[in-house]
C-alpha cells in the first residue's frame, strides 16, 4: 500500500521516515519529494509498505504524531489523475498572444 506523509519538517530525512514506519511493520521504500529547481523538500513523501494491514496500522499510529517538530498528516496515498497538468483540459491549447 502506498502512503502518503505530509507536514513533514524540513529536517526529515528518507532514513528517519522508514524508522518511524518500520516499527509497524516491512517498508519497501521511502520517499521524500523534493523541489527540482532547489533540491529541497516540499514538506511530503510517501512510504511502500507491502502488507495493508501493516500500513493500515501504521496510518493509525502516526497520523497526528510529532516527528522532529511537526505533527504529521498520514493516510493512504490516492492515485494521481490522469491529465492533471494537460493544458489542453483547460480548454485555451496552451497558447497565449
Known amino acids: ?12 530525512t528518507e532514513e528517519d521516515l522508514r524508522t518511524s ?3 509497524f511493520g516491512k517498508v519497501e521504500s521511502a520517499s521524500i519529494i523534493n523541489d527540482k529547481y532547489s533540491g529541497k523538500s516540499k514538506g511530503f513523501g510517501f512510504i511502500e509498505m507491502p502488507s ?9 499510529g502516526l497520523n497526528g504524531k510529532e516527528l522532529k517538530g511537526r505533527n504529521l498528516n498520514v493516510n ?3 492515485p494521481r489523475s490522469e491529465g492533471r497538468r494537460d493544458k489542453g ?3 485555451g491549447g496552451g497558447y497565449r498572444y
Open 76 to 78: 493512504e496515498a490516492r
Open 1 to 12: 500500500m502506498n502512503i502518503y506523509v505530509g507536514n513533514l519538517s524540513y529536517e526529515v
Open 21 to 23: 514506519f518500520e516499527s
Open 52 to 60: 495493508a494491514e501493516e500500513a493500515k496500522a501504521a496510518i493509525d
Open 89 to 91: 483540459e483547460r480548454g
